[in-house]
């Protein structure tokens, strides 16, 4: 597939598109990702100062306080307050662009959920605004990762070697970025189509696709407890959704003396035939039917609702 390859390092003078060298940062390692897709095949070059000389047709990004530099005063923020990184320059300028290369029918809307969805956290990170997760372990991003291609303490990996690596791992996760951007898109329009002519409070879904943010999003959402689509694994799964996508407690959940059981326990339990599993946290369960998964969907709602009426 062209653009799956190395990129070619290169002398300034013989370069596409230059940025800086020294330690890399997920802005200019995204960056360059994208613009070898954009453009096919360019030659890099990473250096330490941009030569005066340069010929005009040269990109140069994340260093010259150019177009593409966003290391100077005047440098351009979004409406939300995020400054953008030269990916973020490099993507607004020429977004589109590559969409319609990609003959992608939604571009506009591709464009703004690539930017919300990806680039932004790039961006944000690198003029350092870092997500704020409490936890009590380390959480990486993905700039995060890409500083692990930065020459280790001890060991003799080159530079602009290490660069071309980290490009070639930005290239896949940006192209399957965008093709799961692409399919959340089309998933969206099929999802708000069910929500608004199914009544509630049980939401079923000819087959999986990504539901949970347009639910929560659309009015129409509100009246849904569960969702029931075809597993994966076979059968059916039937899931809880959330009050909000902020508040991320279930509206229902699957009752107690359900949770974590064996399947012929389950099955027992529940009075039901094909159920073969409940979460132990009780906002899962599934079953070899869609007959079942719908009856075991009623049923939580029933039982809950009962508990709700009796305090």
Not at 103 to 125: G, N, P, R, Y
Not at 269 to 287: G, L, Y
Not at 296 to 311: F, L, T
Request: with cysteine.
């Amino acid at each position: 597939m062209r653009g799956s390859t190395m990129i070619k390092m290169v002398r300034e003078e013989e370069a596409d598109a230059i940025t800086h060298c020294g330690t890399m940062h997920a802005d200019e390692v995204f960056a360059t990702a994208f613009l070898e897709l954009y453009y096919g095949e360019i030659k890099v070059a990473r250096v330490k100062e941009v030569d005066k000389n340069l010929k005009k047709e040269t990109l140069v990004y994340d260093i010259g306080r150019g177009k593409y530099d966003h290391h100077q005063e005047n440098a351009e923020v979004r409406e939300n307050g995020i400054k953008y990184s030269s990916f973020g320059l490099l993507w607004k300028d020429f977004g589109i662009k590559y969409l319609e290369k990609l003959k992608i029918k939604e571009k506009e809307e591709v464009f703004l959920a690539l930017d919300q969805d990806f680039v932004m956290m790039i961006d944000a990170i690198d003029n350092g605004i870092f997500p704020k997760i409490e936890a009590s372990y380390k959480v990486k991003t993905v700039s995060d990762v890409i500083k692990l291609f930065n020459p280790s303490f001890g060991t003799n990996e080159k530079e602009n070697d290490q660069f071309a690596l980290a490009v070639s791992v930005a290239k896949t996760i940006w192209k399957r970025e965008i093709r799961q951007v692409v399919g959340k898109i089309k998933a969206k329009h099929l999802v708000l189509k069910e929500i608004k002519e199914q009544k509630g409070p049980i939401l079923f879904l000819k087959e999986y696709m990504p539901y949970e943010q347009t639910l929560l999003e659309s009015s129409f959402g509100e009246k849904f407890l569960l969702v029931v689509f075809p597993s994966n694994r076979g059968g059916y799964s039937v899931q809880c959704i959330p009050i909000s996508t902020e508040i991320k407690e279930d509206r229902i959940l699957f009752p107690e003396e359900w949770a974590g059981l064996d399947q012929k326990a389950l099955q027992e339990v529940s009075k039901t035939k094909t159920i073969r599993f409940c979460h132990r946290n009780r906002f899962i369960a599934c079953c070899d039917t869609k007959e079942d998964a719908i009856a075991i969907a009623k049923k939580a709602i029933e039982i809950a609702e009962e508990k709700e009426k009796n305090g």
